[in-house]
Nanobody, 119 residues
Framework: EVQLVEAGGGVVQVGGSLRLSCAASGCRFNDYSIVWFRQAPGKEREGVARISSAGNFTTYAESVKGRFTVSRDNANDTVALQMNTLNPEDTAVYYC????????????WGRGTQVTVSL
């Protein structure tokens, strides 16, 4: 069974930092590109950062560019999302999503981790 498990969420003050992690099991992790999504109350889920299966290509939403950094450690089957200079608009549940690099219908979601940025 393939699992993606997020960790590292919590409450942080404006301007603070958090580091989220996504740990994979049950799959060949380096076959999957990973996207971090987030969903705030009353809003649609949005992709914030993507990293290719080899880790050599990343993209970011405009709203987080320059503040968030996605990285991966394929030896340990983990992906991290470093979030700096957080603001209240970053408050959301953050999800890890993995999609096979060749077989696009093979995809998995984590259950999410809550990030709350307080004033």
């Amino acid at each position: 069974e393939v699992q993606l498990v997020e960790a590292g969420g919590g409450v942080v003050q404006v301007g603070g930092s958090l580091r989220l992690s996504c740990a994979a099991s049950g799959c060949r992790f380096n076959d999957y590109s990973i996207v971090w999504f987030r969903q705030a109350p009353g809003k649609e889920r949005e992709g914030v950062a993507r990293i290719s299966s080899a880790g050599n290509f990343t993209t970011y939403a405009e709203s987080v560019k320059g503040r968030f950094t996605v990285s991966r450690d394929n030896a340990n089957d983990t992906v991290a999302l470093q979030m700096n200079t957080l603001n209240p608009e970053d408050t959301a549940v953050y999800y890890c999503y993995g999609r096979h690099a060749r077989y696009y219908r093979v995809e998995y979601w984590g259950r999410g981790t809550q990030v709350t940025v307080s004033l």
